[in-house]
Nanobody, 122 residues
Framework: EVQLQASGGGLVQPGCSVRLSCAGY????????MSWVRQAPGEEPAWVSTINSGGGSTYYADSVKGRFTISRDNAKNTLYLQMNSLKPEDTAVYYCATLEGSWYPQTLYDYWGQGTLVTVSS
């Protein structure tokens, strides 16, 4: 059974940076496209970023483009999200997620991690 475990969240001041990690267990991590999805308080989940299985292609929501960088280390079965120039509106629970098959915009995910809370506040 696919298991995803996100970590790295916390309280961060506006303008600062944080890196999230997501460790994958019990599946062929290097064969799966991986994504980050966030859910702000009182809002629906929103897609943030995706990286293809090999790491050669990345995609970003307009709201984070130029500030966030997704990456992966398939040797360590780990996905990352480097978040720079954080804004209060980035406050959310961040989930790593994946699916059977190739990712496409507005896809539905098959597997989710437990989420890690990022709070951007002074």
């Amino acid at each position: 059974e696919v298991q995803l475990q996100a970590s790295g969240g916390g309280l961060v001041q506006p303008g600062c940076s944080v890196r999230l990690s997501c460790a994958g267990y019990r599946f062929a991590f290097g064969s799966y496209d991986m994504s980050w999805v966030r859910q702000a308080p009182g809002e629906e989940p929103a897609w943030v970023s995706t990286i293809n299985s090999g790491g050669g292609s990345t995609y970003y929501a307009d709201s984070v483009k130029g500030r966030f960088t997704i990456s992966r280390d398939n040797a360590k079965n780990t996905l990352y999200l480097q978040m720079n120039s954080l804004k209060p509106e980035d406050t959310a629970v961040y989930y790593c997620a994946t699916l059977e098959g190739s990712w496409y915009p507005q896809t539905l995910y098959d597997y989710w991690g437990q989420g890690t809370l990022v709070t951007v506040s002074s």
